[in-house]
């Protein structure tokens, strides 16, 4: 079974653009979750997708949003990116929501602003 | 104070030795995480646990919740378990936002 697949897997931007992430999840699993990794915060999580809506969002500031489509497939979206975006951000899936749901995650996506 | 406390922070270990790493956590939950991350930053569960023990090759994750603690044990440590480890817990109530990650444990196993 394939796992977790996210692309780009690399990504410099400037600051004020705006960048798309996106994620595939493993093959049968109905929620993506997204998290953001610096060096700083270390892992916070970000939002959560589940049938194509959004279950829960992290205390992040508006410009970062996601989808996710009919195929379980997310992307996620941050405009007008800023300096200290810069960070590795990773997204998971599991099979179903919930606590006793082992969270499998992907490669990550590591994005540079400049 | 964080959440989740790990310690410690870095470790440097010679080849065989038994290595532990330590989670503490002032919340409730209802599950606990070990994750690895090596570098180039892929992440891999190791564990999912909410009593007792569970092992899984050289590796032993413990928790006792009355405590608000949890180890993981590595034995006989070899250089390919070099990594970073993180420990999370989930608060109850479901969904990955009840997911609170401790900071990492850099573990580095030399030859």
């Known amino acids: 079974k394939a796992g977790v697949t996210q692309t780009p897997r690399y990504l410099i931007k400037t600051r004020g653009q705006q960048v798309t992430l996106s994620c595939s999840p493993i093959s049968g699993h109905r929620s993506v979750s997204w998290y953001q990794q610096t060096p700083g915060q270390g892992l916070q999580f970000l939002f959560e997708?589940?049938?194509?809506?959004?279950?829960n969002k992290g205390n992040f500031p508006g410009r970062f949003s996601g989808r996710q489509f009919s195929n379980s497939r997310s992307e996620m979206n941050v405009s007008t990116l800023e300096l200290g975006d810069s960070a590795l951000y990773l997204c998971?899936?599991?099979?179903?929501?919930?606590?006793?749901?082992?969270?499998?995650f992907g490669p990550g996506t590591r994005l540079t602003v400049t | 104070k964080n959440e989740v406390e790990q310690s410690p922070q870095n470790l440097t270990a010679q080849e065989g030795e038994f290595i532990t790493i330590n989670c503490s956590y002032s919340v409730g939950i209802s599950a606990l995480h070990w994750l690895q991350q090596h570098p180039g930053g892929g992440i891999v569960s190791l564990f999912m646990l909410s009593s007792g023990k569970k092992k899984h090759g050289r590796l032993i994750a413990t928790i006792n919740i009355q405590e608000k603690h949890s180890s993981l044990h590595i034995t006989a440590s070899h250089p390919r378990d070099s990594a970073v480890y993180i420990c999370a817990v989930h608060r109850p109530g479901g969904g990955a936002d009840g997911l609170t990650f401790g900071k990492g444990t850099h573990l580095i196993i030399q030859p």
């Open positions: 997708y589940f049938s194509e809506t959004q279950r």
């Open positions: 998971a899936s599991s099979r179903d929501r919930g606590q006793t749901y082992e969270q499998y």
